[in-house]
């Protein structure tokens, strides 16, 4: 199948800094990009849509001046954490669609903020 | 709405089937889903049905659809140790792209 590498793959930062996370679809150009946030023991909840060259679409109670997103191209988004507090901390996947079937996910990113 | 359901935990003997379930409530679902989650870990798709099929084989895994009542199952045959992760099941709407994620089951396969 498909790679999508997200990287890095674990980040602690310090509370009030910001934190940029990237995914890379490495063999495929993705239309759309999704990140998203998943607690411990939790399912996946979407954060938002993003596709190639355009804004990104947030869903509901989701701040999207806290929650960065840019799809600059085919091949790359970028999820950027502004002023990040604890309660940020998650773990943060990517997935990559070609628009077609199928979706492919990143590694995931666990962000902590001390 | 979109409502996914599935149960939280379940645990099987190495080499028996595991049977996982899910139910969604919305009836417009194109394609099904299931991915595998390992721990610390991204999610790996398993395998997929469109949603006009009720049955798809890959191997060791079987997913039946039952569309009229909006169930569907993952059985994974011979479950091995390596088996053991949480699986999610996963609808995607008509007309979009989007998924919406069940609330993943965790497969614990003892010896």
């Known amino acids: 199948g498909a790679v999508v590498s997200q990287h890095p793959s674990w980040v602690i930062c310090k509370s009030g800094t910001s934190v940029k996370i990237e995914c890379r679809s490495l063999?495929?150009?993705?239309?759309?990009m999704f990140w998203y946030r998943q607690f411990p023991k939790q399912s996946l909840m979407l954060m938002a849509t993003?596709?190639?060259?355009?804004?990104?679409?947030?869903e509901q109670g989701v701040e999207k001046d806290k929650f960065l997103i840019n799809h600059a191209s085919l091949t790359l988004s970028t999820l950027t954490v502004t002023s990040a507090h604890p309660e940020d901390s998650s773990f943060y996947i990517c997935?990559?669609?070609?628009?077609?079937?199928?979706?492919?996910f990143g590694q995931g990113t666990r962000l902590t903020v001390v | 709405g979109e409502d996914v359901e599935q149960s939280l935990f379940l645990s099987v003997r190495e080499g028996d089937s595991s049977v996982i379930n899910c139910t969604y409530t919305?009836?417009?679902?194109?394609?099904l889903y299931w991915y595998k989650q390992e721990p610390g870990a991204g999610l790996q798709l398993l395998t997929y049905?469109?949603?006009?099929?009720d049955m798809k084989q890959d191997q060791r895994l079987t997913v039946l659809l039952n569309k009229k009542d909006k169930h569907l199952s993952l059985r994974i045959a011979d479950t091995q140790t390596g088996d053991s992760a949480i699986y999610f099941c996963?609808?995607?709407?008509?007309?979009?792209?989007?998924?919406?994620f069940g609330t993943g089951t965790q497969l614990k396969v003892e010896l």
């Open positions: 997935s990559a669609s070609t628009g077609v079937t199928e979706a492919f």
């Open positions: 063999d495929f150009q993705a239309t759309t």
């Open positions: 993003s596709n190639e060259g355009s804004k990104a679409t947030y």
């Open positions: 919305d009836s417009s679902s194109t394609y």
């Open positions: 049905i469109f949603s006009n099929m």
């Open positions: 996963a609808e995607r709407l008509g007309g979009g792209n989007k998924l919406t």
